[in-house]
């Protein structure tokens, strides 16, 4: 008599939960951990000749930061407002070390990570051994220490949802240092919510339509048919 088989046992596959970590000002929070000496310094990184009219600030400091520096002023401007701050070159070698170092640190969190040259990293951690033994809060704050020790840097900001794109929304309206996390089940209602500017891949003049037909949220941009999108924004 032949043994009967076993019938095999298949486990549920846990829900997806997304991590995403935003590291502002990215090339400055690089350079300054990298060179110990302009830590606490007010500065600002360019990418532009200085001499160049189009000259802008491309990243600063947290110290350039609190004096009223932003992304994106002309060169120009701060050196009459802010003549003390100091400007740094772009560090591209710099800044492909970190991706490196911060690759390496996702990785040993979960194979299924990826991790962008803006310092943009997304981490499919469904699953992971680490959250049998804490929430996803904690696994968060564990990493930020541990990519504090391990590169330098200190402000990384974290979003964590079943939902990809909203994990990394959650991620960016968190900096400079937050945590945020959507319940399961609330994913739908809290990117309505959120600022339609904040969706990722929209050009300049996109952005500028949005603002000029009134879509201040996401659920007025999800109630606009595809034709009507098109319409408004282009094909973009």
């Known amino acids: 008599m032949k043994p009967v088989p076993m019938p095999s046992i298949r486990r549920p596959r846990p829900d997806r939960l997304y991590l995403c970590l935003e590291i502002d000002r990215f090339s400055a929070q690089v350079f300054s951990a990298y060179n110990p000496p302009y830590r606490n310094v007010p500065f600002v990184v360019v990418r532009q000749d200085t001499g160049s009219h189009r000259c802008t600030v491309w990243a600063c400091s947290a110290s350039a930061r609190e004096l009223g520096v932003d992304p994106g002023m002309p060169f120009q401007t701060l050196k009459k407002q802010h003549p003390r701050v100091q400007v740094v070159q772009r560090d591209l070698e710099l800044e492909e070390t970190a991706c490196e170092d911060l690759r390496e640190i996702l990785q040993g969190y979960t194979p299924n990570s990826e991790l962008r040259s803006d ?118």
């Open 119 to 236: 310092g943009r990293g997304t981490l499919d951690i469904s699953g992971t051994p680490f959250l049998r033994h804490a929430n996803p809060e904690q696994v968060a704050e564990k990493m930020r220490q541990e990519i504090h020790y391990k590169t330098g840097l200190e402000e990384i900001a974290f979003g964590i949802s079943r939902n990809k794109l909203l994990a990394g929304l959650l991620a960016r309206i968190s900096t400079p240092d937050g945590i945020r996390r959507c319940e399961s089940g609330d994913e739908e209602t809290m990117l309505a919510q959120l600022d339609a500017r904040l969706l990722p891949g929209l050009s300049s003049r996109s952005r500028e339509r949005i603002r000029k037909y009134g879509l201040s949220r996401i659920e007025q941009i999800q109630r606009l048919g595809r034709d009507a999108l098109i319409c408004r924004l282009g094909k973009e």
